[in-house]
């Protein structure tokens, strides 16, 4: 399945560094989510945008801003992070925001170093 | 706040046994309940979900059932194949205002040959 496509796949940088990570999907879908999946620990739902506009902010630092300029795209801008936000970043997105399976990219895998 | 416990976090059965992992929701507004499916490397997929008004569900080998009362919801697999090797996350979500889709900290099944 293709339908939500994330790049990189992989990001390795440094504390000071600003990157952004890209979320595509194809699925028409209304809803889009940022996670964060760190070992041993359970999926952490981040950011929710429903029809573009973001709707929850799950208490996440301001280090992490997500964009998201239209329906199909989400990004995650990444400014002077913290070893501890190295992770697996996921991002989903559902028909609409509500009790609906989620479709996940593959993700980026982000080192800090 | 709300949390979901998923237990066991291991387990491991001879191929054509069955496995069953079950979790545990704190927030009684909880409504939807889907099961995802990691492999190594790969991006979590829902296998399966169940909606508070039913109390089981079943799709070929996978079935789910749900305890409302005691807020219980388990994932049973039947004739276990080395393919359903993977971690597997539940999650409990509502959306009533807020909107919460809170995931359990994933069970790694290993089928042994």
């Known amino acids: 399945e293709t339908g939500v496509t994330q790049t990189p796949r992989h990001l390795v940088m440094g504390m000071t560094n600003k990157k952004s990570l890209k979320c595509e999907q194809h699925l028409g879908h209304n809803a889009m989510y940022w996670y964060k999946q760190s070992a041993k620990k359970p999926l952490e739902l981040m950011f929710v945008y429903s029809l573009e506009e973001r709707v929850e902010n799950n208490s996440v630092p301001s280090r992490f801003s997500p964009e998201c300029p239209n329906s199909s795209h989400l990004f995650l801008h990444l400014h002077t992070l913290q070893p501890e936000d190295s992770a697996l970043y996921l991002c989903a997105s559902s028909r609409d925001r509500g009790n609906q399976p989620q479709h996940f990219g593959d993700g980026t895998r982000l080192s800090i170093l | ?113």
């Open chain 2, 1 to 113: 706040g709300e949390n979901v416990e998923q237990h066991p976090s291991t387990l491991s059965v001879q191929e054509g046994d069955s496995a069953v992992i079950k979790c545990t929701y704190s927030d009684s507004a909880s409504n939807y309940f889907p099961w995802y499916k990691q492999e190594l490397g790969k991006r979590p997929q829902l296998i399966i979900d169940i909606r508070s008004n039913v109390g089981e569900k079943k799709d070929q080998r996978i079935a789910v059932t749900l305890n409302k009362t005691a807020k219980h919801f388990s994932l049973h697999i039947t004739e276990t194949q080395p393919e359903d090797s993977a971690v597997y996350f539940c999650a409990a979500s509502y959306l009533s205002g807020t909107y919460k889709y809170i995931f359990g900290t994933g069970t790694r099944l290993k089928v042994l040959a």
